[in-house]
């Protein structure tokens, strides 16, 4: 919570002025009821219409005064309350940046999108709230009870009764909204997960029929938040009637007690007509207490979610003293590398060595599930080694910086993303400067230049959300264009060439051998047409390395090797 008080300071200007407006405000509105009391006592009582006209006006003037105090205190509390909520968002924004892919397992995509946008919003709409009530609410309770008192003492004796009365009332609303209000928050959760996951997998859906389970599934979260916010309703609707008849008893009994003390000559009229506004204030201002403690404990639920992100630091962090190499030549090795993923039991991949130098395509071929993509990503160093290192050009990647590291590294993921934008400028991603004839020609080579002139704009066709107006392997081609218009040292291919035909994916690795020529290349496939040439195939199975060195060598040597050739190559082929 502190840290989010820390986000305030940069906004403490407009909030100390919301807070001295609405201090004016509440005085104007507490000095109002005595102004009227004199009126109705020395003016209207006495028929000095020149003293009407003199307090009337001079009531009009405070009047506007307070009113102009409660707009401007509005404007700035809406503006403090804004920025702070854009402050929050670019910090979590940047935060989550900073997080290397375990923090992203950890928290899921969803909730921290719904952290940055609705947990924000709300406590955006509290902090205004409270900016307002803070210091409405004391000074309306407390000056109220010195005018209230300044009117007439023994009349306060009917606040002693219906204020311990309306107390009651808002801790019982309370008790029973507070849980309410909190498992609405877990419900909109939980709805917002599976509306997400419908609208991603739509076609999932439709294609195994079924939109009625997915419907119903809906339905029922839908019906659990709307039951809960329904009951909640229910209380708060139910609070103001109760509210308002204690408030009109009040008032009654005011009238009641003040008339009688009217005829026997303790008090004027205008006095008990001050005396019910003021008795108004009194309650009103516990009320607007109740609704701040209904309201903090949500946002706080919400504030905590932050906070949460927040304070998780990646486990991944530049080194305090990065180191530089002396040459960039792209080379790459892993010593006796292991690694797990949090929570699992099995290594993910044990105990690899090997090494890659410039001008050398290595391969690395294995089933499903045997490690290929975990151990690629350790390059880039998504994920940090649990033992042994992974060094480019000598140096422990944990020991340079992140982005000298991943400046040398053109990373085709297995997934191929692309942005919303054009072709052009998702090619642009690779290298920001590059020129139009860069962008040309790594299209070329990465053999999209092709269909990307069919397409109806060319290079400045835009590509939908998701990238779903191109198809996989145009995807994969985009991909890969992206990574060569970098011209890095070291390029790192996962399974790039899955959705390539056997004709576009040999044109393309014809192309890719002269443009990477002296760059180190690590390919991952499946194919073993795919990697057949390569200088150095290296087979993984279950984590660990079955078998290191060219197709010849392996044939000879390499049991898995040689299954998973059989199962793919025809004799002749194998010859
Ligand atoms: P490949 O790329 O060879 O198909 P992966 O490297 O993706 O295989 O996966 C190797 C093993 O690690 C698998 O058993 C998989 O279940 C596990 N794994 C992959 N990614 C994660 C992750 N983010 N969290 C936990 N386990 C993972
Ligand atoms: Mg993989």
């Not at 039991?345 to 490690?371: H, R």
């Not at 107006?469 to 992206?482: F, P």
């Not at 291919?493 to 443009?515: C, H, I, N, P, V």
């Amino acid at each position: 919570m502190k840290k989010l008080v820390e986000f305030l300071k940069p906004f403490q200007v407009p909030i100390y002025l919301v807070l001295i407006l609405i201090l004016l405000q509440s005085l104007a509105e507490l000095y109002l009821p005595t102004l009227m009391a004199d009126i109705v006592d020395k003016g209207v009582v006495t028929g000095d219409t020149q003293y009407i006209w003199k307090i009337g006006g001079f009531m009009l003037l405070v009047a506007a005064g307070g009113v102009i105090c409660s707009v401007t205190a509005s404007f700035f509390s809406a503006k403090a309350a804004s920025g702070f909520g854009k402050l929050l968002r670019s910090k979590i924004f940047s935060h989550v940046g900073d997080f290397s892919l375990h923090e992203f397992d950890q928290f899921g995509t969803a909730s921290l999108i719904t952290r940055t946008t609705n947990d924000i919003t709300q406590v955006q709409q509290v902090l205004i709230m409270m900016l307002r009530m803070m210091v409405m609410a004391p000074m309306m309770c407390i000056g109220g009870i010195i005018m209230a008192l300044s009117k007439d003492t023994k009349l306060t004796l009917v606040l002693a009764v219906s204020i311990p009365v309306l107390i009651i009332i808002i801790l019982i609303v309370q008790k029973k909204a507070i849980p309410l209000f909190k498992a609405m928050q877990v419900k909109l959760d939980k709805l917002n997960r599976v509306l997400r996951e419908n609208l991603i997998g739509i076609r999932v859906i439709r294609s195994f029929n079924r939109i009625d389970h997915e419907k119903k599934r809906f339905d029922e979260a839908n019906w659990d938040l709307t039951q809960t916010a329904i009951k909640v309703n229910k209380i708060m609707a139910a609070m103001m009637p109760t509210m308002m008849i204690i408030l009109n008893l009040t008032t009654v009994a005011i009238i009641w007690f003040g008339s009688i003390r009217i005829s026997n000559g303790h008090m004027e009229v205008g006095d008990m007509m001050a005396f019910i506004q003021y008795a108004m204030q009194i309650m009103f201002s516990f009320l607007m207490l109740a609704m701040m403690f209904v309201m903090i404990p949500r946002a706080a639920v919400s504030a905590g979610r932050i906070v949460e992100v927040l304070d998780t630091i990646a486990d991944i962090k530049n080194s305090e003293k990065p180191i530089e190499p002396a040459t960039i030549r792209g080379e790459v090795e892993f010593q006796n590398v292991s690694f797990s993923y949090p929570g699992a039991e099995m290594q993910a991949i044990s105990d690899i060595s090997f090494k890659m130098i410039p001008g050398d395509v290595t391969a690395i071929i294995g089933g499903t599930g045997s490690g290929k993509s975990t151990l690629i990503n350790l390059i880039p160093r998504f994920y940090d080694v649990d033992h042994g290192k992974v060094l480019v050009d000598g140096i422990d990647v944990r020991e340079m910086t992140q982005e000298s590291l991943r400046q040398k590294i053109g990373f085709v993921p297995q997934q191929a993303v692309l942005f919303t934008g054009t072709i052009g400028e998702n090619i642009l991603y690779g290298k920001e400067n590059a020129t139009e004839e860069e962008i040309r020609y790594a299209a070329e080579i990465a053999q999209a230049a092709d269909f990307i002139a069919e397409m109806p704009k060319g290079y400045n066709t835009e590509i939908a959300q998701g990238g779903t107006n191109v198809s996989g392997g145009q995807k994969q081609r985009l991909s890969i264009a992206r990574a060569l218009v970098r011209k890095p040292e070291i390029y790192v291919f996962d399974d790039s060439f899955s959705a390539l035909d056997f004709k576009t994916d040999a044109k393309l690795r014809a192309a890719l051998k002269e443009e990477t020529g002296n760059a180190t290349v690590l390919i991952v496939a499946q194919r073993v047409s795919t990697i057949m040439d390569a200088d150095q195939i290296i087979v993984l199975d279950n984590g660990k390395i079955a078998g290191k060195g060219t197709h010849k060598q392996l044939m000879e040597t390499c049991n898995v090797y040689r299954e998973i050739v059989m199962s793919q190559l025809s004799e002749e082929e194998i010859a």
